[in-house]
């Protein structure tokens, strides 16, 4: 889970972030059943994770990193392929 790229602060950020989200999850109603969070609670929790998310967003930028940038699997297929032409290698038909 630590990544030694990242500051002490993103790595809280990120710690703060991934909690939040769990009890959420955890608490995720179910079928005909009431949340146990309160509004106010629920409320809470958005604001936090508003507040995490501009500042990772802040930090990403005095970093000068793309914000659009997302993981990618090895194993996930390619959107485009980059073709390298040599010359005097084409081909007629």
């Known amino acids: 889970m630590d ?16 909690t939040l989200t769990s009890v959420v999850r955890d608490c995720a109603p179910r079928a005909d059943q009431p949340s146990p969070l309160s509004e106010g609670t629920v ?21 000068g990193l793309s914000q659009s940038q997302r993981p990618v699997f090895a194993d996930e297929p390619k959107s485009a392929e980059v073709l390298q ?9």
Do not use: Y
Request: charged share 35%; aromatic share 2%.
């Open 3 to 18: 990544n030694p790229d990242l500051s002490k602060e993103q790595q809280i950020m990120r710690a703060m972030r991934k």
């Open 43 to 63: 409320e809470n929790i958005r604001m936090c994770l508003g507040l995490i998310a501009a500042r990772e967003s802040e930090l990403a930028e005095a970093l």
């Open 85 to 93: 032409f040599m010359p005097g290698t084409r081909k007629d038909h």
